[in-house]
């Protein structure tokens, strides 16, 4: 069997802190998986709505996902601080692979890492749209 390689700080171009919550803990005492999912999508939409690139309810075009998957390497547990690091592994015409690794506190091997695909569509008609200039010119530095 062939040991996981567990992705690095470095191997990350951006990142994007959060918090765990309470409510994030299961029965196990650590945060469950479905939690990780959610970490992934804040992160991606955090980062961009601080670059100032999406707008949730104004945007003409939006991302919606297509495909999503994490492996799961080591257990985080309320109260650690997640950071995660955003990278984009392909960049098309009208999609994104984001890639993202979720470190606890001040760890540099990755908890998780997980990615999902944003088609990019019109919100009008939820019809597929190419990446709009500026998304794209921003992604490109984190490819």
Do not use: K
Not at 3 to 17: H, L, T
């Amino acid at each position: 069997m062939t040991e996981r390689i567990r992705g690095r700080r470095g191997d990350y171009g951006r990142f994007v802190r959060l918090t765990t919550r309470w409510a994030d803990n299961d029965a196990y005492g650590h945060v469950n998986n479905v939690a990780y999912y959610a970490f992934i999508d804040t992160a991606v939409n955090q980062m961009l709505i601080e670059e100032g690139l999406l707008d949730v309810t104004g945007s003409e075009v939006i991302g919606v996902a297509a495909e999503s998957g994490c492996r799961f390497h080591a257990s985080a547990a309320y109260p650690d601080v997640i950071h995660a690091g955003v990278r984009v592994g392909r960049l098309g015409s009208s999609s994104i692979r984001y890639e993202i690794g979720l470190f606890r506190n001040d760890e540099d091997e990755a908890t998780a890492e997980g990615f999902f695909v944003h088609v990019m569509v019109r919100r009008a008609t939820m019809r597929p749209a190419a990446i709009p200039e500026a998304l794209r010119a921003f992604l490109e530095g984190l490819a």
